[in-house]
């Protein structure tokens, strides 16, 4: 093998610009370049590029189309200065260095360009402007890690990644749109996403978002890691995107602003996929509907919060051979949405951190062939589970939710009642008389003011009293103090007419339970002790107050012995 062939200051010079000029420069750099075997190193490092940029009359350093198949190409510490620089349609045989390079403002472009074996683009400083890869093809290994890009649009959109990408702590400046929408990325994928912040006059980070959106692109491979550590990410899009990838792992510990994460229609395939410490700020959305995870062993959420958003897993597909766990540290006033889902497997999810109040759940429509599990999860509005499949059972023992209830005016959920009805449905199914009942209260107190009319709220009005007097029935203790109450107050109703007060306790106690054997025997021996002769006095009174305590006596004699059977139920 000859020696290695360096071509760097005057003479690489000269070539390029012979090339630029429509000379036979870059004709003579390929020979020269062959003539070594491919160990020919085009060093680019020690020019002065602005010879160059000047040599081009609007101004843009243009290496566009050229071919770099038959050497090395080193572009490290290279200072490009501002303005246009273009690389589209450039391949590229050899190893490609760009470290520690620096571009100045202006739109940098590989459009087109193809990488064959090594590329490093590790350190390189971007300026303000478009950075364009759209359709570049990275054959050999790809390293962007440390690297800053300006303000501006970042664009890897159908670029292709063969033999693996790291992005480790590559930094955008706040306020860009960067995109890899239908790339492609065909083995290990590690980005890690950090920012440049812009500083104002008064020394405080300018409030602006940074977007980030994979739209359709594919990975493969055994690992996509994916990791954000900056808090000025807002807007993140996967939205279609194919995951054929043996293990996910996507931690969003150092991003508290998200505003949008899209997963809709998107496709899971592998072993695992983690997502951790998301959290989605006031408002925001995380999207998964339309989502197929069929193909995936295991789909885990850890860590998550939601703050006033939206969560939606609509007509999204679970594992089938494995299990989802969705565990949320926290989850405030929001809706989260799984109408529609099909989950064959398992599938938990869970609250660690007990909140008052809890987003509301709709799992309408829903088909469930595995086990489900939501034990540890308090709901805040009543969540719906109408028209849902369920093919195993379903623990309600711990179901705890937050419902209106309105003395004298209808609810503001119309479908509260229905529900609720589901529900109780789902509780007596499971023997769960206890939920089954609470379930039934509530629904009754959802259909009350519903109707207009006056039969409606005379109907109406009697349901408020049994609800306020028993609970519709799960109450011990209100008929109780109502009968203990009856007792006082009518005996001391009767002191008005008795003659002898000492009686007047008894024979109101044998009014207030008056099944009792003893009942009707002091009854009748201490009438006329205690009010006198019927025949002689006037004691119409005392009969209208004696039927008044039998009515009384009566109907919560009913309500208790109707709470005592509802409680003690087998």
């Given at each position: 093998?000859?020696?290695?062939?360096?071509?760097?200051?005057?003479?690489?010079?000269?070539?390029?610009?012979?090339?630029?000029?429509?000379?036979?420069?870059?004709?003579?750099?390929?020979?020269?370049?062959?003539?070594?075997?491919?160990?020919?190193?085009?060093?680019?490092?020690?020019?002065?590029?602005?010879?160059?940029?000047?040599?081009?009359?609007?101004?843009?350093?243009?290496?566009?189309?050229?071919?770099?198949?038959?050497?090395?190409?080193?572009?490290?510490?290279?200072?490009?200065?501002?303005?246009?620089?273009?690389?589209?349609?450039?391949?590229?045989?050899?190893?490609?260095?760009?470290?520690?390079?620096?571009?100045?403002?202006?739109?940098?472009?590989?459009?087109?360009?193809?990488?064959?074996?090594?590329?490093?683009?590790?350190?390189?400083?971007?300026?303000?402007?478009?950075?364009?890869?759209?359709?570049?093809?990275?054959?050999?290994?790809?390293?962007?890690?440390?690297?800053?890009?300006?303000?501006?649009?970042?664009?890897?959109?159908?670029?292709?990644?063969?033999?693996?990408?790291?992005?480790?702590?590559?930094?955008?400046?706040?306020?860009?749109?960067?995109?890899?929408?239908?790339?492609?990325?065909?083995?290990?994928?590690?980005?890690?996403?950090?920012?440049?912040?812009?500083?104002?006059?008064?020394?405080?980070?300018?409030?602006?978002?940074?977007?980030?959106?994979?739209?359709?692109?594919?990975?493969?491979?055994?690992?996509?890691?994916?990791?954000?550590?900056?808090?000025?990410?807002?807007?993140?899009?996967?939205?279609?995107?194919?995951?054929?990838?043996?293990?996910?792992?996507?931690?969003?510990?150092?991003?508290?602003?998200?505003?949008?994460?899209?997963?809709?229609?998107?496709?899971?395939?592998?072993?695992?996929?983690?997502?951790?410490?998301?959290?989605?700020?006031?408002?925001?959305?995380?999207?998964?509907?339309?989502?197929?995870?069929?193909?995936?062993?295991?789909?885990?959420?850890?860590?998550?919060?939601?703050?006033?958003?939206?969560?939606?897993?609509?007509?999204?597909?679970?594992?089938?051979?494995?299990?989802?766990?969705?565990?949320?540290?926290?989850?405030?006033?929001?809706?989260?949405?799984?109408?529609?889902?099909?989950?064959?497997?398992?599938?938990?999810?869970?609250?660690?951190?007990?909140?008052?109040?809890?987003?509301?759940?709709?799992?309408?429509?829903?088909?469930?062939?595995?086990?489900?599990?939501?034990?540890?999860?308090?709901?805040?509005?009543?969540?719906?589970?109408?028209?849902?499949?369920?093919?195993?059972?379903?623990?309600?023992?711990?179901?705890?939710?937050?419902?209106?209830?309105?003395?004298?005016?209808?609810?503001?959920?119309?479908?509260?009642?229905?529900?609720?009805?589901?529900?109780?449905?789902?509780?007596?199914?499971?023997q769960d008389h206890r939920t089954a009942l609470r379930c039934h209260?509530?629904?009754m107190r959802a259909r009350r003011w519903q109707t207009p009319g006056?039969?409606?709220?005379?109907?109406?009005?009697?349901?408020?009293?049994?609800?306020?007097?028993?609970?519709?029935?799960?109450?011990?203790?209100?008929?109780?103090?109502?009968?203990?109450?009856?007792?006082?107050?009518?005996?001391k109703c009767y002191s008005i007419w008795a003659i002898e007060e000492?009686?007047?306790?008894?024979?109101?106690?044998?009014?207030?339970?008056?099944?009792?054997?003893?009942?009707?025997?002091?009854?009748?021996?201490?009438?006329?002790?205690?009010?006198?002769?019927?025949?002689?006095?006037?004691?119409?009174?005392?009969?209208?107050?004696?039927?008044?305590?039998?009515?009384?006596?009566?109907?919560?004699?009913?309500?208790?012995?109707?709470?005592?059977?509802?409680?003690?139920?087998?």
């Amino acid at each position: 093998m000859s020696d290695e062939k360096i071509l760097e200051g005057r003479e690489l010079q000269k070539l390029v610009l012979g090339a630029f000029t429509g000379g036979d420069g870059w004709m003579i750099f390929q020979q020269v370049m062959v003539s070594h075997s491919g160990t020919g190193v085009a060093k680019f490092s020690t020019q002065d590029l602005g010879v160059i940029r000047e040599a081009n009359k609007d101004n843009v350093l243009r290496f566009s189309n050229l071919d770099f198949r038959e050497c090395r190409v080193d572009f490290s510490n290279c200072d490009f200065g501002d303005g246009d620089v273009d690389f589209s349609g450039c391949e590229f045989g050899g190893p490609v260095s760009f470290e520690d390079a620096h571009f100045g403002n202006g739109v940098v472009a590989f459009k087109g360009s193809k990488f064959v074996i090594y590329t490093s683009f590790n350190n390189a400083n971007f300026g303000h402007g478009k950075v364009d890869f759209t359709g570049t093809q990275f054959v050999g290994e790809a390293k962007f890690d440390d690297a800053g890009f300006g303000e501006g649009t970042v664009c890897f959109d159908r670029a292709k990644f063969e033999r693996g990408v790291s992005f480790n702590s590559t930094r955008f400046q706040v306020g860009s749109t960067v995109s890899f929408k239908k790339a492609r990325f065909q083995t290990r994928t590690e980005i890690t996403v950090g920012s440049r912040a812009t500083i104002n006059e008064e020394g405080r980070t300018d409030e602006a978002s940074l977007d980030l959106n994979f739209d359709e692109a594919q990975f493969d491979g055994g690992l996509f890691l994916f990791e954000v550590l900056t808090p000025d990410l807002t807007k993140l899009s996967f939205r279609g995107v194919n995951f054929r990838v043996s293990e996910i792992r996507m931690d969003f510990r150092d991003a508290p602003h998200l505003k949008l994460v899209n997963f809709n229609e998107s496709s899971w395939k592998g072993k695992t996929a983690c997502i951790e410490r998301l959290i989605i700020a006031d408002h925001g959305s995380l999207l998964f509907a339309r989502t197929n995870m069929q193909e995936l062993k295991a789909f885990l959420m850890m860590g998550c919060r939601v703050l006033d958003g939206f969560i939606s897993f609509r007509d999204a597909i679970f594992p089938k051979k494995g299990y989802a766990n969705l565990v949320f540290d926290d989850l405030e006033a929001g809706q989260l949405q799984f109408d529609g889902i099909t989950a064959d497997g398992q599938l938990r999810i869970a609250q660690e951190i007990d909140s008052e109040g809890v987003g509301e759940f709709s799992f309408k429509g829903a088909t469930l062939r595995g086990s489900m599990n939501v034990d540890q999860l308090r709901f805040g509005p009543v969540p719906d589970f109408t028209g849902t499949e369920f093919s195993k059972h379903l623990g309600l023992s711990n179901l705890s939710y937050r419902f209106d209830r309105c003395l004298f005016r209808k609810n503001r959920d119309p479908n509260a009642s229905a529900k609720l009805q589901r529900l109780k449905e789902l509780a007596e199914n499971n023997q769960d008389h206890r939920t089954a009942l609470r379930c039934h209260a509530d629904e009754m107190r959802a259909r009350r003011w519903q109707t207009p009319g006056f039969k409606a709220s005379a109907a109406d009005s009697l349901d408020w009293l049994f609800d306020a007097f028993s609970r519709y029935g799960q109450s011990i203790a209100v008929p109780f103090f109502a009968l203990l109450a009856s007792w006082i107050v009518f005996a001391k109703c009767y002191s008005i007419w008795a003659i002898e007060e000492t009686w007047k306790w008894g024979f109101s106690a044998a009014m207030t339970i008056p099944f009792l054997p003893w009942a009707g025997l002091v009854r009748e021996k201490t009438f006329e002790r205690l009010f006198g002769d019927p025949k002689t006095a006037d004691l119409s009174g005392v009969f209208l107050t004696m039927g008044a305590q039998g009515v009384w006596s009566f109907v919560f004699l009913f309500l208790l012995g109707l709470g005592l059977r509802n409680r003690f139920r087998i």
